[in-house]
């Protein structure tokens, strides 16, 4: 895959190849379905008890659908409230010209280092490395994040990121890398959950206090009164966005809503779908900035990075209504085999299979389409309706097509996929073909399978199971019993 940025990894390999190297890590595998399983059980307990669950889940659809037909007037109107409310706002078309515009952010104000509250767009971009190209330090605050950013390892799942680690690792990793990030880890340190979770708290309170600048994602922002929300569960969220002197904040244009009064819809399904909660324990929501009050500087950065090519898309567009909730992600037979690291990408899971293909370029990870079995869970489960399968079916066509028009299409499939058309368009010559692989079968088939093909179509055969075709088929039943003489 082609490094764009942070939002694809450089040197990962396509996805079949990670995936069978995933799928050896039994450890990784017994932790993904404990953690998976877990939170889904959760989410359809708490979603069980909404009567009108599936009238949120339209309505939060629905908001979305009508903020990306109206995009260009909602992003303006935004905005015009969050400079009158003392903000100031910043139009960042990719990852480059975003990351340079937070890093002459926070050199303007002489400091070297930022706290981050958890943002997927900020990964997306890759700014904690290009911070440090430039000599600043970002520290990561969710516990998750920081196990991640202290193991020098890369994120496998949108809401939980360490997903994949087991507490006996995260030990290790406090034990061998807090000291070099700061206050070190307690001595004789257990991996038990609770004093795990307190050497983060110990290691990130000092950072908390001097923090004069602070780097936050967005989920949602209002375009009426130019109010920022970010929903957490750890309170490390509500310390950088009220702490430090100045916060920036990285937001996908796409993260916009029409209203205030929308978030009563939002508030209700982001955290029931993401982590099987009533609400979030922290709801932060800021307006511009308060004299005496919180930050005194405050830019929003808005990040376009492909999202506006996608809502050129009119299938693909849909995927723009994601929350980042990670459902799709629980739910998903092939998430939870092979973890998110497999996907080579910030977005991991069903999501990220489409996603990460229109922001980067299908071309750029042609694979990620293909990493699903099109079971539709991932349909049912997402809290704002995005029919996932329908836009892989539809990016499958485009990395085909893609590769088609550079030249790179197989000798072998592109010729299979003209004999094909060849014999489709013929009712004759399917029939015939038909009574060849009926009698092909009878001579090759053994136990009603066929064995390994010869040829190119070894790989096909390789993975699956190749049917014997039948002795007679549907048609020809049909003509001998149903048809009118």
């Known amino acids: 895959m082609k490094d764009t940025n942070g939002l694809v990894w450089l040197g990962t390999p396509a996805f079949p190849e990670a995936a069978a190297t995933a799928l050896a ?10 953690a998976t399983t877990t939170i889904r059980d959760k989410r359809l307990e708490a979603t069980g008890e909404l009567d009108d669950w599936e009238q949120l889940r339209a309505a939060g659809a629905a908001i979305k659908r009508r903020t990306l037909r109206h995009l260009d007037h909602y992003l303006g109107e935004l905005e015009k409230k969050v400079t009158a409310a003392g903000g100031v706002v910043h139009w ?38 290009a911070l440090a ?31 994949h680690r087991g507490r006996a690792e995260i030990r290790d990793i406090f034990e061998q890398r807090m000291a070099d990030w700061g ?27 001097r923090a004069e600048v602070a780097v936050s994602g967005a989920n949602f922002a209002c375009a009426d009164t130019g109010t920022v929300v970010v929903v957490e ?4 969220g509500r310390m950088c966005l009220t702490l430090p002197r100045t916060l920036i904040t990285v937001m996908g244009i796409e993260k916009v809503i029409p209203a205030f009064t929308d978030l009563e819809v939002y508030l209700q399904l982001l955290p029931r779908s993401s982590t099987g909660e009533r609400m979030n324990p922290y709801t932060s929501l800021w307006t511009g900035v308060t004299p005496g009050d919180g930050p005194q500087e405050f830019h929003l950065v808005l990040l376009d990075n492909g999202r506006t090519a996608t809502l050129a898309d009119e299938v693909g567009r849909q995927t723009l209504q994601c929350i980042r909730c990670s459902a799709c992600l629980n739910v998903c ?3 939870e085999r092979t973890g998110g690291r497999a996907y080579g990408s910030v977005y991991p899971g069903p999501i990220g299979a489409v996603l990460t293909p229109q922001l980067a370029g ?38 085909v097509e893609s590769k088609r028009r550079s030249h790179r299409l197989p000798g072998a499939e592109a010729l299979a996929m003209k004999a094909a058309t060849t014999v489709f368009s013929s009712p004759g010559r399917f029939a015939a073909v038909q ?30 199971d190749t049917a014997v075709p039948p002795a007679e088929s549907f048609r020809a039943w049909w003509r001998k019993n149903r048809e009118t003489p």
């Not at 303007?108 to 700014?127: F, P, W, Y």
């Not at 969710?142 to 809401?159: F, K």
């Not at 090759?444 to 040829?455: A, F, H, K, Q």
Request: proline share 7%; charged share 25%; aromatic share 4%.
């Open 362 to 399: 299908v071309e750029n990870a042609a694979s990620l389409p293909f990493a699903s079995t099109l079971c539709g869970a991932c349909y049912d489960a997402c809290p704002v309706m995005i029919d996932i399968p329908e836009v892989l079916a539809h990016l499958r066509a485009e990395a």
């Open 333 to 335: 037979p092939v998430y």
């Open 183 to 209: 206050r070190p880890a307690p001595e004789g340190l257990r991996d038990d959950p609770a004093e795990l979770a307190e050497a983060a708290r110990l290691h990130l309170r000092e950072k908390f206090l």
């Open 133 to 163: 190209a430039e000599g600043i330090a970002g520290y990561e605050t969710d516990l998750a994040e920081l196990i991640v950013q202290l193991g020098e390892d890369r994120p496998s799942h949108i809401l939980v990121p360490a997903i």
């Open 233 to 236: 569960s750890e309170g490390n």
């Open 435 to 464: 009574k060849a692989a009926a009698l092909g079968g009878r001579l090759l088939g053994r136990n009603g399978r066929i064995g390994p093909l010869p040829g190119p179509a070894r790989g096909w055969s390789d993975a699956r």
């Open 25 to 34: 890590d039994t450890r990784q595998r017994r932790n993904l379905r404990l």
């Open 92 to 129: 960042a078309a990719d990852a480059a010209e975003a990351n340079r515009i937070v890093v002459d952010l926070v050199r303007a104000t002489g400091r070297t280092e930022v706290v981050k509250v958890k943002s997927m767009a900020t990964q997306e971009i890759g700014l904690n490395e």
